[in-house]
């Protein structure tokens, strides 16, 4: 499937469905997503295919199954966050029996599951997410997440990273936090043939500055928000 950026404007991904509007990973979420029109739909899977971004899910949190039946059935495109490695064959097999091997696409911070997916399913898109967000980082505000001198830092090292980081992972797609998003950055992943999503931009100063920069796609909570600042652009 075809994640580089339309001409007209960068594709909009629900984050969690569309986390600042429903209950996040949820299918009210979905829904939400959804409705507000994202082009894509973003949702966490856990080990024992529920949605959920801690790892133990809810008991009632819905299961990979219903997000794969309401988004083929609304002609949604799914974006599936692993948040471990070791369930990888169980999520492909849910992806291939929904139909939805043109309509979906997987992303993890882990390499093992970089290279799991490598082999069982090598046509499938591959992101690989960073920095990995294991203290909510996506809901912070940049830089007070490291300071100052530490984000600008983060920045100027970026685009000599990518290349490595690419390839080590064997990544097909580039999720970077949005504060690490610079137009350099996108044109050395763009140069290896891979699009590049910038998450969470919850704003619209924070969206716009990303579609300057030349993403493919931005990650947001509230994807009517995203829409609505891209279209005035």
Known sequence: MNLW????????????GAAGVAPENTLASLEAGVEAGADIVE????????????DEPADDAPSLDDA?????????VAHLDLKLPGYEAEVLAAVRSHGME????????????????????P???RAIGYP????????????????????AAARVAMPLRVPLLLQRTGATVLALHHTLCTTTVVRHAHARLVPVLAWTTNDPAAVRRAASFGVDAVVT?????????????
């Open 43 to 54: 949702f966490d899977v856990q080990p024992n295919l529920r949605l959920g971004h801690t």
């Open 102 to 121: 043109e309509r979906a696409y997987i992303s993890t911070t882990w390499l093992a599951t970089m290279r799991t997916l490598a082999l069982l399913a």
């Open 5 to 16: 950026r339309d001409p007209e404007r960068p594709f909009v991904i629900g984050h969690r």
């Open 68 to 76: 794969l039946d309401y988004l083929r059935a609304h002609g949604k």
């Open 221 to 233: 909570d509230d994807p009517r928000m995203a829409l609505a600042t891209l279209n005035e652009l």
């Open 132 to 151: 990995r967000d294991r203290h909510g980082v996506s809901k912070l505000p940049w830089p007070p997440i490291a300071g100052q001198v530490g984000a």
């Open 123 to 125: 046509t499938l898109p």
